[in-house]
């Protein structure tokens, strides 16, 4: 007489369900990175924006300290910072804000006015930066 054997079943094995728990566990910290890192490029633009304006306003206070105000340099600055606050109202995605835009708009004016004046000397660029630092120090209390 013969038997046929059936194929017994058995419980899976204790490693395999500790690699699978870790392998669930690593494909789930990936995929938590991917999320927060999209999550954080949302805000790239604007941080961008505002890293090189203070870049270039630390330029120009950096030489109002040591008094070495080259006109040329300056009205560089002064145009590149015009040039970076054109972007504000799109990296800030703000067009329906009045006040916000209110704001830019005066920093941009400020920036045109500072790079239009004479910058020949260290207390004439002192008097262009006055306003830009007004138009700075305005939006920055009301919406930082």
């Not at 990296?91 to 500072?114: C, E, I, R, W, Y």
């Not at 002192?126 to 919406?143: E, G, I, K, S, Y």
Request: proline content about 5%; aromatic content about 4%.
């Amino acid at each position: 007489m013969s038997k046929t054997l059936a194929p017994q079943r058995r419980s899976m094995p204790a490693i395999a369900g500790v690699v699978l728990l870790l392998l669930g566990l690593g494909i789930g910290a990936a995929a938590a990175t991917m999320v927060v890192r999209t999550i954080n490029l949302r805000h790239a633009y604007p941080r961008a924006v505002m890293t090189l304006m203070n870049t270039h306003a630390s330029a120009l206070k950096r030489d109002l300290y040591r008094h070495q105000c080259d006109a040329a340099r300056s009205r560089q600055h002064l145009q590149r910072m015009a040039a970076l606050a054109d972007n504000i109202e799109p990296a800030f995605g703000t067009s329906g804000n009045k006040p916000f835009m209110k704001d830019a708009h005066q920093l941009q004016q400020a920036l045109v006015q500072a790079g239009d004046a004479p910058l020949d000397r260290c207390r004439d660029l002192a008097a262009a930066l006055q306003p830009v630092r007004h138009a700075c120090d305005t939006c920055h209390q009301q919406f930082r």
